[in-house]
């Protein structure tokens, strides 16, 4: 019998690194191909854990409208109402307090915040709990959007892809606004709007690295959630033309009023957030339920669909008395919440806010106008926009998704002038910063959105690190230096048998040979040279992962003493490969280039 082949197996763990490693090289940063092809990975999961939140969030709604239904039998209707919304607070609050404080940040800030201190790092605790959250808070009828939670989500699904993937950093921190951008869009069903929200506020950064991924990510998440869900929500805008110039004054007034209102929202936040930063989590969020139940009760709209709510402002549908009364409300309770820490997004409250109060401002500039103006509609459309631009401090976003949801071009002429009213009006405070960054550094922390850290941020320590390098001992022969010279290295990364390790210029390695060659005519290969005692440049060495940014490695510099950073990842068997040496220099050019 024949002698038979044996192909040794390869199990699936190795596989898919193998399969991992091919298509993603770590020694080098990721091309634009790449990241959109991961963006399309991400939209896709992105799209499918909206999905899954909605359906919990229907099945909630059916499964508590028929036990209202028996509550209102035995209580009046307005006391149901109440109950099921101070209730929900003070669900949210007890569920909360059996978490660690580092575990109940979620939404819009806390990507914000991953983002800018743990290098795109997601705690999965956070999700699921922002998740389970954000159901409670949308069923019990709180001022907060689902949107926060979808582009948590998204984010966090962005983070773990390139995680798995093990991938430069940078091209993580792309990865999550792609997932953020992912859950903003499919949410309200406006692609662009959601990408360039991400740019302009979430990564504050303009780049075709970071802007083609969201796009494709966008698309993906959009398609998915309109496969999986049956009935996807829509804002619905009927009229969007500008019936005269002579309404342009008006305009301005109506943008400054919605500013003036945006920066009342702002102040409430900020200064509801210092006080209640240092209260149990359960009272902040029963006290809130319990305001947001009071209101619910003044005006039963409260408790209905956001989107609802919107598309009937958009439509003239509500009356005065309802739509001031909405618009004021939703203001108050949504300014509480995110104080007290609710789950959910802002960016709906805002929407509903606006739509209802620019109704109102339309009204009653159609009850007093000479002259022919636009429908009441228009103007709900308009402050809708002018209300999110200036809490966000967004104003692209706003005129983006005003002609995504309106679907005409004719609206950009009375947009633009509303909304850059309204932001200015806004900055006029003791801050311009945005209510997500308004937020963090009243929960005391100091986010870093200079020119500086930005583009640090971006830029992967792979793109900037020298790889000329060589590894020597303390003590080599002159036949070993001149073979590691020969290679034409520019730094000798030194361990010693004893103390640190330490970078030395090749260029004095190469004096010091030329040195001993010099003393003899005849020089003995043989001889050893002290690395550690031969005069030259030597650098102190830290160590920085493959995957870091340069912001990771210019901290590390900072905070750890080190004059160089050795570029490093682990392998298997606690092994770890050098791939390069990062200099304060390379830093700085980098950031130059």
Not at 119 to 148: C, I, K, M, Y
Not at 196 to 210: A, K, N
Not at 493 to 511: I, M, N, Q, Y
Request: glycine letters at 10%; aromatic letters at 6%; charged letters at 15%.
């Amino acid at each position: 019998m024949g002698a038979q082949l044996i192909t040794p197996r390869m199990n699936w763990p190795e596989s898919l690194s193998t399969l991992r490693e091919q298509l993603l090289p770590r020694e080098s940063p990721l091309t634009l191909g790449q990241l959109a092809l991961l963006g399309a990975v991400v939209g896709a999961l992105a799209g499918l854990a909206i999905a899954g939140l909605h359906y919990i969030i229907d099945l909630g709604l059916r499964i508590l409208g028929p036990a209202q239904d028996q509550w209102q039998t035995l209580i009046s209707a307005p006391m149901s109402v109440f109950l099921l919304t101070a209730g929900g607070g003070l669900l949210l609050g007890l569920i909360y307090q059996l978490f660690k404080p580092r575990h109940r940040n979620g939404g819009f800030v806390h990507i914000i915040e991953r983002l800018t201190y743990h290098q795109g790092h997601f705690p999965s605790r956070n999700l699921w709990l922002q998740f389970l959250g954000t159901a409670v808070a949308t069923v019990s009828h709180q001022a907060v959007g689902r949107e926060g939670a979808a582009a948590h989500m998204g984010a966090a699904a962005g983070s773990w892809l390139g995680r798995w993937l093990e991938i430069p950093t940078a091209s993580v921190r792309a990865l999550v606004g792609c997932g953020a951008a992912a859950g903003i869009s499919a949410s309200f069903n406006t692609p662009l709007a959601g990408v360039i929200f991400i740019m302009e506020v979430i990564i504050v950064e303009y780049s075709v690295t970071s802007l083609a991924p969201s796009i494709v990510a966008a698309v993906c998440a959009n398609a998915v959630a309109h496969v999986w869900l049956q009935s996807h929500p829509a804002l619905v805008a009927h009229e969007s033309g500008l019936v005269s110039m002579q309404e342009l004054p008006y305009l301005a007034l109506l943008g400054i009023i919605i500013g003036g209102l945006a920066r009342l929202y702002l102040d409430i936040a900020a200064h509801a957030t210092k006080r209640m930063r240092n209260w149990p989590v359960w009272v902040g969020m029963t006290a809130v339920g319990v305001l947001t139940g009071l209101a619910a009760v003044a005006a039963s709209n409260l408790v209905d669909s956001g989107f609802h709510v919107i598309n009937a402002a958009l439509g003239g549908e509500l009356n005065l008395h309802t739509a001031a009364t909405l618009g004021g409300l939703m203001l108050l309770c949504s300014g509480l919440g995110i104080a007290a820490g609710l789950p959910g997004g802002v960016i709906m409250p805002c929407m509903l806010s606006g739509a209802c109060l620019g109704l109102v401002l339309g009204e009653l500039g159609s009850s007093v106008a000479t002259f022919p103006i636009s429908e009441p509609g228009v103007y709900a459309l308009l402050g809708l926009g002018a209300m999110l631009a200036a809490v966000l401090q967004a104003p692209l976003t706003a005129l983006v998704m005003l002609v995504e949801l309106s679907a005409r071009t004719e609206i950009l002429l009375p947009a633009m002038l509303v909304v850059i009213t309204a932001v200015v009006t806004a900055r006029q405070g003791r801050t311009a910063a945005s209510v997500f960054s308004l937020v963090l550094r009243n929960r005391g922390l100091d986010y870093r959105n200079d020119p500086i850290s930005q583009s640090l941020r971006r830029i992967s320590v792979m793109a900037a690190m020298n790889r000329n390098i060589v590894r020597c001992g303390s003590h080599v022969s002159l036949s070993q230096a001149r073979e590691l010279l020969s290679k034409q290295p520019d730094w000798c990364v030194v361990t010693p048998e004893s103390g640190a390790r330490f970078a030395l210029a090749a260029s004095d390695l190469l004096h010091a040979c030329n040195t001993v060659e010099s003393e003899s005519d005849e020089p003995d290969p043989a001889r050893l040279i002290d690395v550690t005692r031969i005069p030259g440049d030597r650098r102190r060495l830290g160590t920085i992962h493959l995957r870091s940014s340069l912001q990771e490695a210019w901290d590390a510099l900072n905070q750890d003493g080190a004059e160089a950073l050795a570029v490093e990842r682990p392998t298997h068997k606690s092994q770890v490969t050098t791939y390069g040496l990062l200099t304060r220099e390379a830093i700085e050019g980098a950031y130059r280039a």
